[in-house]
């Protein structure tokens, strides 16, 4: 406790000193502090479920789509043959409205799915009991469980909505559980419908019988849980051994196709545990350089201690006694940094969820919990350690009899050890400008890309057709019919259609086929192309030209030739040199399937993301082949506003019981496509920044320390008529030659560290030359005058003052 208040009566006679060292420590904890925070709720904290290490995602593969849904058949035999997994389940979402009384249902994400759904979670409801594939496999009755958002909005969280009747999508359902708010997968879902059939209803207009054996529909995804025992890699060669069945006995449906099983967690994070880690390691040498900053500071420091520690020494302290004295300096002001830090990062945590792009996983619940504290101040201690090492060995190492009567070459040897440190912050500043550099220029760049649509006064809206009242792809149809006809009744609209799927919104609506006169091939060997469901009206609507041919009209109904409308991509994959009007493809070998004529050539648009090439894409008119989901698009210069409005009121003329979805500028759909590449542009731009600051702080403090100990020298060359030139060279030379020493360790260490941003940039390398030349200038630039302004002190030197210091 002695050597604790000693420590704290030796800092507070330093306020400046010590204010200065904790908070740069409190800066670089609290960046790293609010990204870790980040990365423990979406990467580490465990999911809500039992042993869910055991719970996998089992996705179907092909050539073309490394992830996609499953078909019926392949699901069942799936499930009938593993020798694996504990339970299967099948799923597919969508937007359902529920209401618990009569009045405006509420819309709400739907997951039909099987039986067997909550025995592969297994997390017990808040209330109720969930659908288990042991009492509810063969029920024909609709049971459908909640989320804790839905019993919130339904049943305001009356404990008895278990029990009770809600309607979902015009149907009657019984509602059997409540989750707890922690307990939803997939987020955003509102409402588990148990379905009455092994698997998930699909969308298509597929006759009863062929539903549970059809092959050529992929509509929906599936979950399992490992059993006891099992390994991952076993399950997978498990599965395998299956799919490989299927393509022997299902060649043309199935060939080509395997199976891939993926850790549920893993799957929820694999798109965002790169840019995560990418982060994480940015603010970690924000850290590295605040330890650095510090260490040049209790250097300095311990030059003006130098007669204190000698005369300890010789009264008898060793040099453990000094280094444990030193060491504990650093650990106090490294705690008091970290709590400081702590207080910091809890503000930052809330202005990053703020400025998160949307769709990052559990993200939500990130915060300053137990596990966050404890992992900050065991860094704060470490980081002390890290920063207080080298000052405590440099300082305690003391000559009594040379210090007493003077401090000799002490100084330049911390000089040195300074200099030491001051290159290695500009090396650790270079590396994160010049990610900061490529991201920003990604990001620039991307903003650029023409997407192909015309974003200006166009709005999209949502829209999800409930099948309990519209089961037939017909009936579909007309609804979609009815809408578009009350929208041409409005003459303030300039263009409107229904299309799916909407901008930049994924999807696996895609098909193989055959080509007229090109020989038949295997599933594996078949064409393959995106398909889109459209209205004519689509394309001017989303301002995407016509290129040739015609647009789809009242001649394309259901019982008409079927005919499509391929993009550039489309034909130049398949007809490269030709002209693709005429041409005809079918869906089927069967002679009996109908020929499909290409009638139209439209531009190609990039709607799945401005950094993917548009691909092959195939639009089909929606009252040829319907589905129960499109989104509508309509451009006008009406105000925002008042287009929603007039969205809303059509569609209540036409179902007044049927909400749209989301509702947005077309330009909102853009800019939230580009809304990663932005956030981690800016991100990493923001911790750069601070790096360059912390920098350029010990570089002038080290500037600074080399002016005061050449005190002596300087006033000599003064008194002696040195022209100011000659005075302020020297000390400038000195910083710029730190920094072109860290500027070629930096650049060196950016071309290495460049690697792990390469799936994160566009149109650009990661080693660009450019990137690399503009940060280095900036760093030298910063460098000179941080350097210039301390040794502008030396020109105010008193000769006579200086000749008498000593």
């Given at each position: 406790?002695?050597?604790?208040?000693?420590?704290?009566?030796?800092?507070?006679?330093?306020?400046?000193?010590?204010?200065?060292?904790?908070?740069?420590?409190?800066?670089?904890?609290?960046?790293?502090?609010?990204?870790?925070?980040?990365?423990?709720?979406?990467?580490?904290?465990?999911?809500?479920?039992?042993?869910?290490?055991?719970?996998?995602?089992?996705?179907?593969?092909?050539?073309?789509?490394?992830?996609?849904?499953?078909?019926?058949?392949?699901?069942?035999?799936?499930?009938?043959?593993?020798?694996?997994?504990?339970?299967?389940?099948?799923?597919?979402?969508?937007?359902?409205?529920?209401?618990?009384?009569?009045?405006?249902?509420?819309?709400?994400?739907?997951?039909?799915?099987?039986?067997?759904?909550?025995?592969?979670?297994?997390?017990?409801?808040?209330?109720?009991?969930?659908?288990?594939?042991?009492?509810?496999?063969?029920?024909?009755?609709?049971?459908?469980?909640?989320?804790?958002?839905?019993?919130?909005?339904?049943?305001?969280?009356?404990?008895?909505?278990?029990?009770?009747?809600?309607?979902?999508?015009?149907?009657?359902?019984?509602?059997?559980?409540?989750?707890?708010?922690?307990?939803?997968?997939?987020?955003?879902?509102?409402?588990?419908?148990?379905?009455?059939?092994?698997?998930?209803?699909?969308?298509?207009?597929?006759?009863?019988?062929?539903?549970?054996?059809?092959?050529?529909?992929?509509?929906?995804?599936?979950?399992?849980?490992?059993?006891?025992?099992?390994?991952?890699?076993?399950?997978?060669?498990?599965?395998?051994?299956?799919?490989?069945?299927?393509?022997?006995?299902?060649?043309?449906?199935?060939?080509?196709?395997?199976?891939?099983?993926?850790?549920?967690?893993?799957?929820?994070?694999?798109?965002?545990?790169?840019?995560?880690?990418?982060?994480?390691?940015?603010?970690?040498?924000?850290?590295?350089?605040?330890?650095?900053?510090?260490?040049?500071?209790?250097?300095?420091?311990?030059?003006?201690?130098?007669?204190?520690?000698?005369?300890?020494?010789?009264?008898?302290?060793?040099?453990?006694?000094?280094?444990?004295?030193?060491?504990?300096?650093?650990?106090?002001?490294?705690?008091?940094?970290?709590?400081?830090?702590?207080?910091?990062?809890?503000?930052?945590?809330?202005?990053?969820?703020?400025?998160?792009?949307?769709?990052?996983?559990?993200?939500?619940?990130?915060?300053?919990?137990?596990?966050?504290?404890?992992?900050?101040?065991?860094?704060?201690?470490?980081?002390?350690?890290?920063?207080?090492?080298?000052?405590?060995?440099?300082?305690?190492?003391?000559?009594?009899?040379?210090?007493?009567?003077?401090?000799?070459?002490?100084?330049?040897?911390?000089?040195?050890?300074?200099?030491?440190?001051?290159?290695?912050?500009?090396?650790?500043?270079?590396?994160?400008?010049?990610?900061?550099?490529?991201?920003?220029?990604?990001?620039?760049?991307?903003?650029?890309?023409?997407?192909?649509?015309?974003?200006?006064?166009?709005?999209?809206?949502?829209?999800?057709?409930?099948?309990?009242?519209?089961?037939?792809?017909?009936?579909?149809?007309?609804?979609?019919?009815?809408?578009?006809?009350?929208?041409?009744?409005?003459?303030?609209?300039?263009?409107?259609?229904?299309?799916?799927?909407?901008?930049?919104?994924?999807?696996?609506?895609?098909?193989?086929?055959?080509?007229?006169?090109?020989?038949?091939?295997?599933?594996?060997?078949?064409?393959?192309?995106?398909?889109?469901?459209?209205?004519?009206?689509?394309?001017?609507?989303?301002?995407?030209?016509?290129?040739?041919?015609?647009?789809?009209?009242?001649?394309?109904?259901?019982?008409?030739?079927?005919?499509?409308?391929?993009?550039?991509?489309?034909?130049?994959?398949?007809?490269?040199?030709?002209?693709?009007?005429?041409?005809?493809?079918?869906?089927?070998?069967?002679?009996?399937?109908?020929?499909?004529?290409?009638?139209?050539?439209?531009?190609?648009?990039?709607?799945?993301?401005?950094?993917?090439?548009?691909?092959?894409?195939?639009?089909?008119?929606?009252?040829?082949?319907?589905?129960?989901?499109?989104?509508?698009?309509?451009?006008?210069?009406?105000?925002?506003?008042?287009?929603?409005?007039?969205?809303?009121?059509?569609?209540?003329?036409?179902?007044?019981?049927?909400?749209?979805?989301?509702?947005?500028?077309?330009?909102?759909?853009?800019?939230?496509?580009?809304?990663?590449?932005?956030?981690?542009?800016?991100?990493?731009?923001?911790?750069?920044?601070?790096?360059?600051?912390?920098?350029?702080?010990?570089?002038?403090?080290?500037?600074?320390?080399?002016?005061?100990?050449?005190?002596?020298?300087?006033?000599?060359?003064?008194?002696?008529?040195?022209?100011?030139?000659?005075?302020?060279?020297?000390?400038?030379?000195?910083?710029?030659?730190?920094?072109l020493a860290g500027v070629g360790c930096g650049v060196v260490a950016a071309i290495a560290a460049g690697r792990a941003l390469s799936s994160f940039v566009f149109g650009v390398g990661t080693a660009d030359p450019l990137t690399l030349a503009g940060v280095a200038v900036l760093l030298l630039i910063v460098a000179a005058t941080a350097s210039y302004i301390p040794s502008r002190r030396a020109l105010k030197v008193d000769p006579v003052v200086a000749l008498r210091a000593e």
């Open positions: 406790m002695t050597t604790l208040r000693q420590v704290v009566r030796t800092l507070v006679k330093t306020p400046g000193f010590t204010a200065v060292a904790i908070l740069t420590m409190a800066l670089g904890i609290a960046a790293n502090t609010a990204i870790f925070s980040v990365v423990n709720a979406v990467l580490l904290r465990p999911l809500p479920y039992p042993d869910e290490s055991r719970i996998v995602r089992v996705w179907s593969t092909s050539r073309e789509e490394p992830r996609s849904n499953h078909s019926a058949g392949d699901f069942l035999d799936f499930k009938r043959a593993n020798r694996t997994l504990s339970a299967l389940a099948g799923f597919r979402g969508e937007m359902g409205a529920a209401s618990a009384k009569p009045g405006e249902p509420i819309q709400l994400g739907l997951l039909h799915v099987t039986a067997e759904y909550f025995d592969v979670l297994g997390a017990p409801p808040a209330l109720g009991r969930t659908f288990s594939s042991a009492t509810d496999a063969s029920s024909g009755e609709r049971l459908v469980v909640l989320s804790d958002e839905a019993w919130e909005r339904l049943f305001s969280r009356d404990r008895s909505a278990v029990g009770r009747r809600i309607r979902v999508n015009g149907e009657p359902c019984t509602v059997v559980a409540v989750l707890s708010k922690g307990n939803v997968w997939p987020e955003g879902i509102g409402l588990w419908l148990l379905t009455r059939k092994p698997v998930p209803p699909s969308p298509l207009d597929v006759k009863e019988g062929e539903q549970l054996t059809n092959r050529d529909s992929h509509y929906f995804e599936a979950i399992g849980r490992l059993k006891p025992g099992v390994t991952l890699a076993q399950a997978q060669e498990d599965l395998h051994a299956i799919a490989m069945t299927l393509q022997t006995g299902h060649p043309l449906e199935s060939g080509g196709r395997d199976v891939k099983l993926v850790p549920l967690r893993d799957d929820l994070t694999g798109d965002v545990r790169g840019a995560l880690f990418v982060i994480q390691g940015a603010v970690g040498l924000v850290l590295l350089i605040a330890c650095a900053n510090v260490s040049s500071l209790l250097i300095a420091r311990a030059t003006g201690r130098q007669r204190e520690l000698t005369i300890r020494a010789a009264l008898g302290a060793s040099r453990g006694d000094l280094i444990g004295q030193l060491l504990a300096e650093s650990m106090v002001l490294g705690v008091s940094g970290g709590l400081v830090g702590l207080l910091l990062s809890s503000w930052l945590v809330s202005l990053l969820l703020r400025v998160m792009p949307e769709g990052l996983p559990r993200v939500e619940s990130a915060g300053i919990d137990v596990t966050v504290t404890i992992v900050t101040l065991s860094a704060a201690l470490l980081t002390s350690l890290v920063f207080g090492i080298l000052p405590a060995l440099q300082a305690s190492r003391v000559d009594s009899a040379q210090v007493l009567k003077r401090a000799g070459e002490r100084g330049s040897t911390r000089t040195r050890g300074r200099a030491a440190l001051v290159v290695g912050e500009i090396a650790l500043t270079l590396v994160l400008l010049a990610g900061a550099g490529l991201l920003a220029n990604s990001f620039l760049r991307l903003q650029r890309v023409n997407p192909g649509f015309t974003v200006d006064h166009a709005t999209v809206a949502e829209l999800m057709v409930p099948q309990a009242r519209y089961p037939k792809g017909a009936d579909q149809a007309v609804l979609y019919r009815r809408l578009l006809e009350s929208l041409a009744g409005r003459p303030e609209l300039q263009a409107f259609g229904v299309g799916f799927p909407g901008p930049f919104k994924a999807s696996n609506a895609s098909a193989t086929f055959y080509l007229e006169g090109r020989p038949a091939a295997t599933r594996a060997e078949k064409p393959f192309a995106h398909v889109g469901i459209v209205s004519g009206g689509y394309f001017p609507a989303m301002g995407i030209p016509l290129i040739a041919g015609r647009t789809f009209d009242d001649r394309d109904r259901e019982k008409a030739p079927s005919v499509a409308i391929v993009n550039v991509a489309f034909a130049k994959k398949y007809w490269p040199g030709e002209n693709a009007i005429g041409k005809r493809l079918r869906f089927d070998e069967d002679a009996k399937t109908p020929w499909t004529t290409i009638v139209g050539l439209a531009a190609d648009a990039r709607q799945r993301g401005l950094n993917e090439d548009p691909p092959p894409i195939l639009y089909m008119p929606y009252e040829q082949f319907t589905l129960p989901f499109t989104t509508v698009t309509v451009r006008s210069t009406l105000p925002y506003g008042t287009v929603v409005t007039l969205l809303k009121a059509q569609l209540a003329g036409v179902d007044p019981d049927l909400p749209f979805g989301d509702i947005n500028p077309l330009e909102t759909s853009v800019r939230n496509g580009i809304a990663e590449a932005r956030f981690r542009a800016l991100l990493i731009g923001v911790f750069a920044l601070l790096a360059l600051a912390l920098a350029a702080v010990g570089l002038y403090g080290l500037i600074s320390y080399t002016v005061t100990q050449r005190t002596r020298e300087i006033g000599i060359r003064v008194a002696l008529g040195a022209a100011p030139g000659q005075v302020l060279l020297p000390t400038v030379r000195e910083g710029l030659l730190l920094a």
